[in-house]
Each structure stands twice: as structure tokens, then as C-alpha cells.
């Protein structure tokens, strides 16, 4: 039998390997040649990394940018205090602008501007970059302008002068930050970019710009055959390099993800570029659930308390399956009362380390988008051995108080459970129980006695200075075919909402104190820092403008103030000043106790804090399990839980997907209301001014929870005349002025005029600008 000749090829990208090859008798190509010979996968070629010589830019002769140093060169000189080293943040809405954060000691962490197309000398958002600080006299301030790239060309280069030119007019001199120019990229952060293909102008053009999604990525040039179809959809495309002679990035096309607009494609672009892992589970993980039918055992009732005869329910919104968290309340022989947090005990099923584990630790949070909820862990946990659904025996982690009637805490127990909801309810269903007249069941009387103890802790919590803040959330009713939004309605809060976070509150207080007790080093915790005082300062101008005072030296003299601050023929302000306070605040964070020492939690005015009560949708509370479980010898320990380094790390990464999430969560409202705007025409609606700025006013729709820029210049109109006074804050456009917190009548409508970049926009109709009227701009909502 002959043996089959194998032909064996040899790719290489290296010309010196390719000769060599070739002299020994390999047949050799480079990858360009192979993949070019595939006549059956033309498309293949498009996904080619561009390799640029750097032969080959010096002959075109234009140079743009300086060179970058060597790492070496760079290293040397950030150790001599030289250059600076720190992340590149471009600004979204100037392009020709962006700063660096370098991260000095505790105290020094400085910020420097960069501005100008040669000074950010290619650097791309989120980069590490070495940074050399400009002489004094080339310092420069932070612009106001807005500046979106939109050149077609690659030789606008006096239009580009004439931009920078705008950034230098008109500047206060006590505006002048810290300058400097990038002079070398350290590690570069490139991802894949979603976006929309700019298709050339040109006639069977090959090469063609990509617009990123994200404002403060680049323009990349990507080569492609297959143009005609790729325009109008979201496709994906990887940076590649960035040649000196070249104005944008070289990169090629990874994907084509659909049609724009479509509701599938842009949920998708929304999670690829807010980084929320969202694939399927894998088999790895998958095998390390519980094998189904499962059920408790004697084995697992030995170290577990049953407390299946307690009259526990569970009060949700509606909808909810991932249900964490069951109370109950009883009165005891001695006259006090028994009150039980029961919460789901996810780390029973998921092992320390598993591919389940590291999976769960990786996504770090369940996202919620408007029809979509991405889980942390598999469903078969989330919705339903680990969810606390009524009538069925489940594992639980209670927190068990014994309390008199003042909500004063006497004792404090934590147990592995069994336990048996009696009730699953919604926040409604729950309050109209305890309204009734009639009903004087077992789950009512629960209720009423949680509600009564509920009010005598919210007391407490807002004596000792915790903050009621306000934010307009948006509820959208989703039409049951074509699922598009068909109402939209700010979330009502009941009675009931605020019984069942008292009660969460307090058992994260307890467990908190708990787990540092045991472990002063590697508690997990959360802390959230009180904002610099500068931060009030927008805060405390808007209500001395209808003549309120705001004291803000502590959280008690603020939360004072906000209730004080009542209004009798304008009862909305009081919300609007808080919506305000909401935006002054610095973000909550996780952190190692042995890595800090300011445990103090500024919101909820509490000296410690943690996350324990929703284990099912966020991997905090699991370790906090974790440690509850060792601290009272529920369970073992395991060398990282012990690890104040790795926790710090895990820390890190919880912080960053929880404001993803967030993010993630915002853009989704933000493509909803676009869809319920897109089916509505014009809309005229009350709003009132929550900024001003210098050429616009944002403002505040109540009814939709929306927020949006009023812009009072437009392209190619005659400018209206503007005053800003920045000391108010207030805004004159011609004869009419404009101050924070003002009542005004807006149209919206939606603009989709720019298929990456659809947007609401809004014009003023109430009070008229003597002048003219301008069409305003909405520059907040966007799908970036």
C-alpha cells in the first residue's frame, strides 16, 4: 500500500525564514500569500492583521506624530522622574483632548491634560502611556467644547488646526491644569471594537474607516472587499498598529454582529462593550451542578437547623425568580420578638476554586437589562435550587435576632438552615396584607410585625445621619409580541420595599461586624467614602438660587438640610435636590479590611458594612458566606480565602463588573426609550433644569425619568447671545435667563439621523427665546 506524499507547508511572517525555506526546497509563504490563495474564502483575507513596514510610511513622507521611545528609554526615565506613567483616559465628547491619571503615593495622585492631535501622539483610551509634563507657559485648561471627529478625509489637517485653535481661545488663567504630551505607550489596552463601517466615497475602494461605538476610541482604517454588506450593520474590528504617517489606527474586521438598530444586535454590542461576560455556560461549569432530581438528605439535615416550621416569606417585585432573601417574625415567650433573615445559601453549591467557582467569580455580578438578565450562576441555581420559592424545603444562611419591641438587638445567632417559605409575594401583595382589616393569618401578622420594627429602624438609620437620595428610575411595560416598549413609568416605592431593605441592611451590619471580628485581616467589605467637599458645590449654589441652605459637613447636617429643604408651591424640589445629592456622591466599593483602614460607610452612616444578603446575583456575598461559614464552623477554610493579596485582587475586579453593570444597565434604558420614542413622534412634556452649562441646560422629564441637553447653538445659524455666570450657575440666551431647578416645556423626538449614534433630542418650547427658536441637541442618552 503507497503511503500518502503529505505536502508540508510553511507559514512564516519572517523574510529571513521564508529564504532559508525556500533555499532547503520548503515550499514557504507569508500568511498574506497563503490566505490570498484560498480562492473558495475571499472574505478571509478582510481578517488579515494589517503588518505595517516601518520602511514603507517613512516614503510617503508626511510624518504626523513624533516617534514613541523605547520601553527601555521610557522606563529610565519614569525612575528619574522624567516622565510621568499613567492611564490614558480620552474624553468622549472632545476628541482632541484627554487626560492621564498618575498614580503617585496616597496623597499625589495627579492629573495631567493632554490636548492637541501631536501630544496624544496615539495613545488609545484606557492605554499605559509615559507622559512628559510641558513647560508652565504651554499649560492649557480643561475645554467646554464639544468636538466629535466627523472627517472623512485623511488630509484635513487645517481643519484640524483650526479645532485646536478653539481649544486655546478664551481661556481663564486660573483654569490652567498640568499639560503634557504622551512620549511612549507602555502596554497597550486594545480590545475588539464594536462600531459601524464609514464606507469610502471612493469607487471600489478597499479601504474604508471604522467608527467605534465608543466616543473615545479612534477612527481605525480597515481593509475590506465586502463593504456593500457590511454597511448599515454593527460589526466588530481589531486594532492592529498605528504607523506614524498614518492619522487613525490600521486594524482589520473579527465579525459582523447584525443590522443596526435591530433589538438583538445593538443588546449585544451593549454587553461586548460594557465587558459583561455573556456567553453560554460552558460544559466545565455546567458539570459541576448538583445532579438532577436533587433533594435534602440526612446527611445534609446533620449539620444543618431545621427551621421548616417557622412561618418564613419572601417579598419581591414582581416577576422575580432569583429570589435570595426570606423573613420571618414571631413573638417569643418572653415578650420580645424573633426576627430571621434567611438567605440563600449559594456557597453550598458552588465549591471554592471549581470552574463553577471561577466562572461566578469572573462575571462577578448578575446584570439586569431592560428584557434580559444576564446570570451570575446557572439557572438551575439562580431560578431554582438556590432560589427561596415558596413551599419548597430549601438550604439557607439565617441571621436570627432576638429584639424588643424598640428594634433594640439583644442577641444575634447565625445557622446553616433549612427552611420553607410559606409565601412568595410581590412588594403589592405584601402591602395590601398588612392594610387588610380582615386578614389575620400566620404570613400577615409576620408582616405587620416586620413593618412596625422596619419603621422603628428607618427612624434610627436617618437620626444617626444616613441619606435618603433619589433617583428616577424607569419602568418600561413591554408589549407581549413585539416586545417593544409601549409605556414607560417611573418605579413607585411601597411601604413594603422599604420593610425589606431594613431588614437586609441590618443583617449586612451584623455580618459585617461578625466576619471582622474573626478575621481583622481579610474581611470583605464594603465602605462607601464621603465625597471631597468640592463635590457640593453645584448642590449648594442650585438651592441657595430659591434661597435654601444646604450645610453638607457631615452626612447627619446634609440629610437634615435635604428634609428642611421643602418648598410649598414647589413641592418637586425637595426630589430634585436630592436627584442632585445622588450625583455629588463618590461610588461605594469593595475592599480587603487588611488592605485599609476607613471601613466608614457615608450613605448609610454606618462604621462598617458588607454585602450578605444576595448571594444568587452578586459573588461578594459568596466569599462573606464563606467566612460567616468558618467564623461559626459551618464550613472549612481554603488557603485564598485567607489571602489578603488575592482578596484585594478579587476586590479589583467585583468593582469594576459592578460599574459595568451599571453602565450596561443605563444604556439599555437608554436604547428602550429610544424605541418608545421612535413609534411616538413629538412629544411635548414638562421638564426642569437640573445643570447649566455654558451654551446648553440639561434637563429632567419626571414622567419619563429622562435626561437630556437642551443645546442653544447650532451648526450653520447665526449664534444666539450667551452669558454664562458660573458663580449662580445661571444661563442668559438673548433676553431670557436660565437658572437650576427652573420649570420649562421641552419637545422630544428622536434623531436618527446617525444610525451608531441614534439619540433623543430636545427642543425648547416654554419659555420662548425672544430670538429665534433653536433646535436643541440631547447628547446624554446615546447607545456609546
Not at 693 to 719: H, Q
Request: glycine letters at 4%; charged letters at 25%; aromatic letters at 8%.
Amino acid at each position: 500500500m503507497s503511503a500518502e506524499i503529505i505536502q508540508v507547508i510553511l507559514l512564516t511572517n519572517d523574510r529571513n525564514n521564508k529564504e532559508k525555506a525556500v533555499e532547503e526546497g520548503l515550499t514557504a509563504y507569508t500568511c498574506e500569500e497563503y490566505i490570498k490563495s484560498l480562492i473558495a474564502n475571499p472574505d478571509l483575507v478582510d481578517r488579515l492583521a494589517c503588518v505595517s513596514d516601518e520602511g514603507k510610511e517613512i516614503e510617503s513622507g508626511r510624518i504626523i506624530f513624533p516617534e514613541h521611545l523605547p520601553l527601555s528609554k521610557l522606563q529610565q526615565g519614569i525612575k528619574s522622574g522624567i516622565y510621568f506613567q499613567g492611564t490614558f483616559r480620552a474624553n468622549r465628547d472632545n476628541y482632541l483632548e484627554a487626560t492621564v491619571w498618575v498614580y503617585g503615593d496616597a496623597e499625589e495622585n495627579k492629573e495631567i491634560i493632554i490636548q492637541g492631535l501631536k501630544n496624544l501622539n496615539r495613545a488609545v483610551h484606557e492605554d499605559l502611556v509615559a507622559v512628559e509634563l510641558l513647560a508652565k507657559d504651554q499649560w492649557v485648561a480643561p475645554s467646554s467644547v464639544v468636538l466629535q471627529d466627523e472627517g472623512q478625509n485623511e488630509d484635513d489637517d487645517e481643519n484640524e488646526e483650526e479645532k485646536e485653535n478653539t481649544l486655546k481661545s478664551s481661556v481663564n488663567k486660573n483654569m490652567l491644569r498640568p499639560s503634557g504630551r504622551v512620549v511612549g505607550i507602555i502596554k497597550r489596552n486594545w480590545r475588539p471594537f464594536c462600531g459601524m463601517l464609514s464606507k469610502s466615497q471612493i469607487k471600489e475602494a478597499r479601504r474604508h474607516l471604522f467608527t467605534p461605538a465608543d466616543r473615545r476610541i479612534p477612527r481605525i482604517r480597515i481593509e475590506t472587499r465586502q463593504a456593500s454588506t457590511l454597511e448599515g450593520q454593527r460589526i466588530i474590528v481589531a486594532i492592529d498598529g498605528w504607523p506614524r504617517n498614518s492619522r487613525y489606527p490600521n486594524g482589520h474586521f473579527v465579525k459582523n454582529l447584525g443590522t443596526a438598530g435591530d433589538k438583538e444586535t445593538e443588546t449585544e454590542v451593549l454587553l461586548l462593550e460594557h465587558d459583561v461576560p455573556h456567553q453560554a455556560f460552558s460544559q466545565a461549569v455546567l458539570s459541576f451542578l448538583p445532579k438532577m432530581p436533587w433533594s435534602i438528605t440526612e446527611e445534609d439535615m446533620k449539620f444543618r437547623e431545621d427551621l421548616r416550621y417557622l412561618c418564613v416569606c419572601s417579598v419581591d417585585p414582581p416577576g422575580c425568580t432569583d429570589i435570595d432573601d426570606a423573613l420571618h417574625c414571631r413573638e417569643l415567650e418572653n415578650g420580645n420578638l424573633e426576627v430571621g433573615v434567611h438567605i440563600a445559601d449559594v456557597s453550598h453549591f458552588i465549591r471554592p476554586g471549581n470552574a463553577l467557582d471561577q466562572e461566578s467569580a469572573k462575571r462577578g455580578t448578575t446584570v439586569y437589562l431592560c428584557e434580559k438578565r444576564i446570570d451570575m450562576v446557572p439557572e438551575l441555581l439562580s431560578s431554582n435550587l438556590c432560589s427561596l420559592r415558596s413551599n419548597v424545603d430549601r438550604f439557607a444562611f439565617s441571621c436570627i435576632w432576638e429584639m424588643n419591641h424598640n428594634a433594640e438587638i439583644l442577641k444575634t445567632r447565625f445557622t446553616k438552615s433549612v427552611i420553607n417559605s410559606k409565601a412568595s409575594l410581590t412588594y403589592a401583595e405584601a402591602q395590601m396584607r398588612i392594610d387588610s382589616a380582615s386578614m389575620q393569618d400566620d404570613i400577615t401578622t409576620s408582616l405587620r410585625g416586620l413593618n412596625k420594627l422596619a419603621k422603628v429602624l428607618k427612624k434610627r438609620r436617618i437620626d444617626n445621619g444616613a441619606l435618603t437620595l433619589s433617583s428616577p428610575e424607569v419602568r418600561f411595560h413591554i408589549d407581549s409580541e413585539t416586545h417593544d416598549p409601549i409605556d414607560l413609568q417611573t418605579k413607585e416605592l411601597k411601604e413594603t420595599n422599604s420593610l425589606v431593605e431594613e431588614f437586609m441592611l441590618l443583617a449586612n451590619v451584623s455580618v459585617a461586624k461578625k466576619i471582622h471580628e474573626e478575621f481583622s485581616e481579610y474581611a470583605l467589605l464594603r465602605k462607601h467614602p464621603a465625597p471631597p467637599p468640592s463635590n457640593y458645590d453645584i448642590l449648594v449654589k442650585a438651592a441657595k438660587s430659591k434661597n435654601l441652605e444646604i450645610k453638607t459637613d457631615s452626612a447627619k447636617a446634609l440629610a437634615d438640610t435635604l428634609d428642611k429643604a421643602e418648598s410649598p408651591d414647589f413641592p418637586y424640589l425637595n426630589t430634585l435636590l436630592r436627584i442632585l445629592a445622588t450625583r455629588c456622591m463618590m461610588q461605594a466599593v469593595y475592599f480587603c479590611s487588611g488592605m485599609d483602614n476607613d471601613f466608614h460607610h457615608y450613605g448609610l452612616a454606618s462604621p462598617i458594612y458588607t454585602h450578605f444578603t444576595s448571594p444568587i446575583r452578586r459573588y461578594a456575598d459568596i466569599i462573606v458566606h464563606r467566612l460567616l461559614a468558618v467564623a461559626i464552623e459551618a464550613d472549612s477554610t481554603y488557603p485564598e480565602l485567607t489571602d489578603k493579596h488575592k482578596l484585594a485582587d478579587l476586590c479589583k475586579n467585583l468593582n469594576y463588573r459592578h460599574k459595568m453593570a451599571q453602565y450596561a444597565q443605563r444604556a439599555s434604558v437608554a436604547f428602550h426609550t429610544q424605541l418608545f420614542f421612535k413609534n411616538k413622534g413629538v412629544v411635548n412634556e414638562e421638564a426642569y433644569i437640573l445643570f447649566v452649562r455654558k451654551n446648553a441646560i440639561v434637563v429632567l422629564i419626571p414622567k419619563y425619568g429622562l435626561e437630556g441637553t437642551v443645546f442653544f447653538e447650532e451648526k450653520d445659524k447665526p449664534k444666539p447671545n450667551l452669558n454664562y455666570n458660573d458663580e449662580v450657575p445661571s444661563l442668559t440666551v438673548e433676553n431670557t435667563t436660565f437658572y437650576t431647578f427652573d420649570k420649562v416645556k421641552v419637545n422630544i423626538m428622536l434623531d436618527a439621523s446617525n444610525v451608531q449614534h441614534q439619540k433623543i433630542r430636545m427642543a425648547l418650547v416654554e419659555p420662548k427665546v425672544r430670538h429665534r427658536l433653536y433646535n436643541a441637541k440631547q447628547h446624554i442618552i446615546q447607545l456609546s
